[in-house]
């Protein structure tokens, strides 16, 4: 199974957009409130949303990850689902340009089964010591 259910919203709720906040806390090993503090703070100093791209990337680089890209030579045919199988050692956070999910040691973490959704990049945190 390539799915695991993860939401610590610490009010467990759906749909309030943190899809960000999650990935990211599960990937770092961080509370959902202090994966928030980081990503807001990463935001107002680039003066953008906290949940943007762009902050996300900035955050995440500082973090020891590295963004790829994947190829669109088949857009609609390689999902989340298939980079946890090609991908069963490592941290991950999987991005369709709207939405974002944490893969681990191959298995993605998400409030909702996103197995299907069709990655166009992803974050590959290389050796790495947490602080």
């Known amino acids: 199974m390539a799915y695991k259910h993860f939401n610590n919203n610490p009010r467990h709720k759906h749909n309030v957009g943190d899809c960000v906040i999650r990935a990211v806390s599960k990937a770092l090993h961080l ?7 980081d990503m807001v703070m990463q935001g107002y100093l680039m003066a953008d949303m906290p949940s943007s791209n762009a902050v996300l ?16 030579t088949c857009p609609d045919c ?3 689902e298939d980079f946890a199988i090609d991908n069963p050692k490592g941290t991950f956070i999987l991005g369709t340009g709207t939405h974002v999910a944490a893969c681990i040691d ?8 996103s197995s ?7 974050y590959e945190r290389e050796d790495y010591e947490l602080s």
């Open 116 to 122: 299907d959704c069709v990655p166009i990049y992803y």
């Open 78 to 80: 390689y999902s989340f």
């Open 106 to 113: 191959g298995i993605i973490y998400d409030a909702w089964d």
């Open 31 to 37: 509370s959902w409130e202090t994966a928030y503090i």
């Open 57 to 72: 990337n900035s955050y995440l680089r500082t973090k020891g990850f590295t963004k790829h890209t994947l190829p669109d």
